[in-house]
Structure formats: structure tokens, C-alpha cells
């Protein structure tokens, strides 16, 4: 069967305090199924997770995709910080009946997971997947990091309007140009001139260069601020130490992080150095993958990880 080329249709859970959460669901569509909250990249959107549904199916795992505060059908939330997060998504569990769920950030969406894992009980969020993701720069520096993620990582925490009108002038008129969808395939092609041959070949799979594209669709869809918000949170202070973070204890709760030795957005230095600060952590480096080349390469093995993460 050939992978899917349209993520599907976002739904919409309204928070008791009034803001919205946009997420979908791809996988194994069972609510009996194994299930893992999906936290997308940075800028991104719910569609996102459509380059992961054929591996999350074929490990019969459910696979929640959710938009973070200001991107797709997610409300703003002003001054909204790092660990805000674990509470959204816990009420989005208990809406969805989700009694014990997995986590899974990819890039930008690593230190939401992250987060989940730390401040939820063992008894609701059983372990975390994390791959190619951030970790805190304000530990771990940003050297080798390639210089449009460290200039968005440094100029976000200091001037996040400003940062999310550029955003916005950049992306946003292309991305809500629906008139003519072929611009922001375009652009997003443009984007990764200079990257690796690695980064560059995702453009080749179909799925993966839909989801690339309908991703940065969403994340643009009401502006650039809820994207500059996100940056600025990635580039500041996480509200927690890696050295709190315990990724093994009597009830489970694993820290599985795979990584790629090519990766130019978050080098592979910090992956190793942000594993050594967390106790039990297990670090799986593929020295010969990238950035966004990784999470293709590696998606039977992480659903199966996320799996055994929920039957243990």
C-alpha cells in the first residue's frame, strides 16, 4: 500500500480554561491500541505525524499528533511556559480516555515530551522517545548548531514579536497562500539548499515531503507568533534540570533518544552530552544519518521502543 500523501483532518478539544488543543490521530485508529502523544517539530503543525503513520500501524501503536499554543487549531496562550504543557496534554489524555500513554518529540517537540515525562506520574506517561531532538542550550551551548536554528534560538527569547513578524513575513504569506499551493513546496525545497545530501533526500519520499509541507502549512495558519513563542521556549531556560530527569525507576519510565552524527540543526554533542546528565538514559546514535533524514530511517524501530514502552 502506498503511504498516504494527506494528513488527516485535525479535531479540536476545548481546555476548561477556554483555549483550544488542534490534534489528530494516525496509526492504528483501535483506542484499545497502545497509544503515544506525538509533539511535532519546530515550526510545525498536527500533520506532522502523516510521515510516521505507516510504522506506527504496522506496530499497531495509535499515534496522537498535537499542535502546540498558537500553531494549527491550538489558541495562543500569552506568557505560556515550558512546563504549562504537561497539564494540556493530560487533559487531552483524560478527554481521549488514555489512562497510561507514551511520549514521543521529534526535534523541536523533544523538549515537550521531555517535560511530560518529568512532571507526570509513572502511572499515566510510561517513557519518553526523543528523536533528533533539542535539548537546553542554555546548559549544553549551541556550538556547530547550523546558524538559522541558533539565530531563531537566540533572537526568539530576546525578541519573540518581532521574531514572530519575520516568521510570518517569511512563511506565513506563502503557507496561507492556498490559491497557489506549489509556493510553499517551493520554499520549503529553497530551505534546505545547503543541508546535507541526507536532509535533502526526505524531499524524495512522498510522504515525507507532504507532511514536511502540510506541517509548516499549519504552523503559519493564524501567524508567526505562536512559532516565535515556541523558539523562544526551545532557546531559554527549560524550568528543569536533565539532571532531574529520571528515566528509569521501580514503576519504568525509559528515555530512549535516537540521534544522528550528521545532524547540522542539533548536533550530535549535545544528544551525548544531554545522555550523560540524565540517569538511566539510552542514547542510540546512527552516525551516518541527519536531521530530518533520522526520523524516516528509524520509525519501525522507535514504534516498536514506544510499544514495549507501554507493555512493560
Known amino acids: 500500500m502506498a503511504a498516504p500523501t494527506l494528513p488527516n483532518p485535525t479535531s479540536v478539544f476545548v481546555l476548561p480554561s477556554g483555549r483550544t488543543l488542534g490534534y489528530a490521530q494516525y496509526g492504528t485508529p483501535s483506542a484499545s491500541a497502545p497509544t503515544a502523544f506525538y ?55 483524560d478527554h481521549l480516555q488514555v489512562s497510561r500513554f507514551a511520549v514521543l518529540g ?43 536554528t541558533w539565530a531563531l534560538l537566540t533572537l526568539c527569547p530576546r525578541a519573540p514579536t518581532l521574531c514572530g513578524f519575520a516568521l510570518d513575513y517569511v512563511l506565513g504569506g506563502v503557507a496561507r497562500d492556498l490559491a497557489r499551493p506549489e509556493r510553499l513546496e517551493t520554499a520549503v525545497a529553497e530551505g534546505l539548499q545547503g543541508r546535507t545530501a541526507q536532509d535533502r533526500s526526505v524531499l524524495e519520499r512522498r510522504d515525507a515531503r507532504a507532511a514536511l509541507v502540510a506541517s509548516t502549512r499549519g504552523a503559519m495558519v493564524s501567524g508567526g507568533l505562536g512559532a516565535a513563542w515556541d523558539g523562544l521556549l526551545l532557546g531559554g531556560d527549560f524550568g528543569f534540570r536533565l539532571e532531574d530527569v529520571r528515566a528509569e525507576d521501580a514503576r519504568g519510565g525509559r528515555v530512549v533518544m535516537w540521534h544522528g552524527g550528521l545532524d547540522q540543526n542539533v548536533p550530535a554533542h549535545m544528544a551525548e552530552r544531554a545522555a550523560a546528565r540524565m540517569a538511566g538514559a539510552e542514547l542510540r546514535l546512527s552516525p551516518e544519518c541527519a536531521h530530518l533524514d533520522l526520523p524516516y530511517k528509524k520509525a519501525d524501530e522507535v514504534m516498536q521502543c514506544v510499544k514495549e514502552m507501554l507493555q512493560s
Open 39 to 93: 509533539h511535532h517539530g519546530f515550526p510545525g503543525s498536527q500533520s506532522e505525524a502523516l510521515g510516521w503513520d505507516a510504522a506506527a500501524r504496522a506496530a499497531g501503536v495509535r499515534l496522537i499528533s498535537v499542535e502546540r499554543p498558537g500553531m494549527g487549531a491550538s489558541t495562543f496562550q500569552v506568557g505560556r511556559t515550558l512546563l504549562d504543557w504537561p497539564g494540556d496534554l493530560l487533559a487531552l489524555a
Open 106 to 148: 521529534v526535534s523541536g517537540g523533544g523538549p515537550y515530551a521531555l517535560a511530560s515525562h518529568h512532571r507526570l506520574p509513572r502511572a499515566r506517561c510510561a517513557g519518553a522517545a526523543l528523536v533528533c531532538a533539542l535539548y537546553p542550550t542554555t546548559a549544553l551551548g549551541c556550538g556547530g548548531m547550523l546558524w538559522t
